[in-house]
């Protein structure tokens, strides 16, 4: 069976219910997520085993967390606990003119104390078909940069794929230059997945909104991205705001071995919760990629897997391929 690996911090996400406003509103909805947590989830519910590497507190907070973990079928043995909290992060949804916001509260979290000496990564990759993470594990402090580093770098030497997903956090990184933390690590990944904005705040490559309007414009950005940073394949994906709750919903993928580009179709799609689109269109990209899917093939399929994930509440996508396959029928 194919198995994945991927690493950063579990999250506690506190939201109000329906549209109503943070902290005008007497209760507040628990879930828990998390980027590469969102990752590993909906890679376990497309049939690719796969492991979530994190630190945890040994606490009841930190127990609940693994166990929901463990409930969607992701491999948690390679998660160790420590620390005195878990980090949060509170979510209020938009509505009409009113933008969706979110407030971090991640500061001296078990994940963010990491030490690199936590993990022996030549045994947690043993066997790995891929491993994944994001440049938001690089923007939480030395020790999780560093064990990021350590762990592209393992899988690196050891032949194993790695993406890499940008997923730009302006809050996170505080008016620092993510740079010169971010390029190193693109250069050992495989495959690099972001968007304009992200490409922009975080390789200082000229992107913007227009940048994937065009085929012609988007082939030449992941043609240059490729050949800037040596990366195998570059996914980017589109979020067109079409209204208050109406996304548009797209992403093209280079193939530099092949000179393969391919541009998906648009999905338009009623936004019910848009946390976690990115790290279902990652998913499903890895999974049918490593599954043998040709580009193309594997584009459309991680389109549409995300655009049915921004029709779900909360964090974690539970698609099944059967209902991803079923909204690419004509």
Request: net charge negative; with cysteine.
């Amino acid at each position: 069976m194919t198995r994945a690996v991927t690493f950063g911090e579990l999250l506690l996400r506190l939201s109000p219910p329906g549209e109503e406003r943070l902290f005008e509103s007497s209760e507040l909805v628990t879930c828990f997520g998390g980027a590469e947590a969102n990752v590993a989830v909906a890679l376990s519910h497309f049939g690719v085993r796969c492991d979530y590497v994190t630190r945890a507190p040994d606490n009841p907070v930190g127990d609940a967390g693994v166990a929901a973990l463990a409930r969607e079928g992701v491999g948690t043995e390679w998660i160790v606990r420590g620390g005195d909290r878990l980090g949060i992060y509170f979510v209020e949804p938009g509505a009409d003119l009113r933008a969706m916001r979110v407030v971090y509260d991640r500061a001296g979290s078990a994940f963010a104390r990491i030490e690199p000496r936590a993990f022996d990564w030549r045994r947690v990759l043993a066997g790995a078909d891929w491993f994944h993470s994001s440049g938001i594990t690089a923007a939480l402090g030395d020790g999780p940069a560093a064990t990021l580093a350590a762990a592209i770098a393992c899988a690196h030497a050891q032949g194993t794929p790695v993406s890499f997903d940008l997923n730009y956090r302006e809050a996170l990184w505080r008016g620092r230059d993510p740079r010169p933390l971010v390029e190193p690590l693109v250069r050992e990944a495989h495959m690099l997945i972001g968007n304009a904005a992200a490409v922009r705040a975080m390789l200082a490559i000229d992107a913007d909104d227009g940048s994937l309007a065009t085929r012609e414009r988007a082939q030449e950005l992941a043609e240059r991205l490729a050949g800037r940073f040596g990366v195998e394949r570059v996914a980017l994906t589109r979020r067109e705001i079409l209204g208050p709750r109406q996304h548009g919903w797209s992403a093209v993928l280079y193939d530099a071995p092949t000179g393969v580009f391919a541009q998906s179709r648009r999905h338009c799609v009623e936004v019910v919760d848009r946390v976690g689109g990115g790290d279902s269109f990652a998913a499903a990209l890895i999974a049918r990629l490593v599954g043998g899917d040709p580009p193309a093939e594997a584009l459309e399929f991680a389109v549409a897997a995300s655009a049915l994930k921004l029709t779900v509440a909360g964090d974690f996508s539970r698609a099944s391929v059967r209902e991803v396959e079923a909204l690419l029928r004509p």
